[in-house]
């Protein structure tokens, strides 16, 4: 379950696959502003729920408009193979389904295509497809919003250089998307629609904002490579392994040492567990720190136990104020909970 929450409950939607009724419940008692419906079942389940509560389920129906957003395959989300949303071909005919339904009020449309998205071209194309089927909505069914989901992808390569305004002038289109870009794609066909414009925009907000740090603990040089051996591991920060995700890495001192080709990795069996590979970076020793950059998006929220690693602290840097915002799991947290067997 994810949502999506800007002043209060009434301007949350609740967005995921497969809401349970437990969850339904509890976004309808907190007055949710609108479910977006990814499955014909999902839409008689929250017309069942809000009924058994005496109310109407604001919804819109997340629709898939078959868009090849040319990003990563596990994050693209908008062609019919995904499974997210319903087809742009059939939305039609399961709205009018939904206008039928007593217990639910239609109140926009939503679709979101995937993430880290580059080019603008997607956006486009998603905005174009999708713009006549809310104009017909609006018609007949009073839609008020349409929901244009997030995307827009950060710059990883070379994540510090893009701090300086000179880096965006000089970069060339290829490396990045500014959100003139993203705005210039979607404004011809969102404009004349006269709704309410939504969009949820994740990384693009938080993913430069934020950077894991880890020490080095070893270094392994084997006939093949160097390997920097480090106290972070993919557990901490799942997306190279995941989905090779690449992140940029400096260490905190030393900057200027000569560059040595490595690999830089965590200390958990398996060998996705990484975070650079072949990669030139000045050399390094026990006991150095390493900022692995642009972790603030897909970092934290996606990190696990796995290897019975207690979870990191997050701190928060507000100008010259350092903020705990969450202290470090202790082994004790992480079998809180575990039940032993009755002797
Ligand atoms: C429905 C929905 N909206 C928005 C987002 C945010 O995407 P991004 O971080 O790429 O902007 C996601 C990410 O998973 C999503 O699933």
Redesign the pocket.
Known sequence: M?S?RAAGPDKCTF??VGKTRDEIVYALREGVYSF?VESEGELARINDVAGSLRIKAPIAI?VNPDVDAKTHKF?S?GKSKNK?GIGIDRALEVYEAAATLPHIHIRGV?T?I????LESGPFAEAAAKLAELASVLKTRHDIEFFDF?????IVYDDALASGSKDWWEQSGTARRITPEDYAAAIIPALKPLGLRILF??????V?NAGALLSTVQYVKHTPAKTFTIVDAAMNDLIRPALYEGWHEIVPLKNKGTAPLKMDIVGPVCESGDFFAQDRDIPELHPDDRIAILSSG??GFVMSSNYNSRPMLPEILIDGSTIHLARSRQTLEDLIQGETPLPS
């Open positions: 994810s999506r967005a995921g977006n997340r994050i989300t997210f939503q979101h995937g993430s880290q998205i989901g997030g995307g827009i992808g949820e925009p994740g990384r693009f907000l993913g998006a897909y």
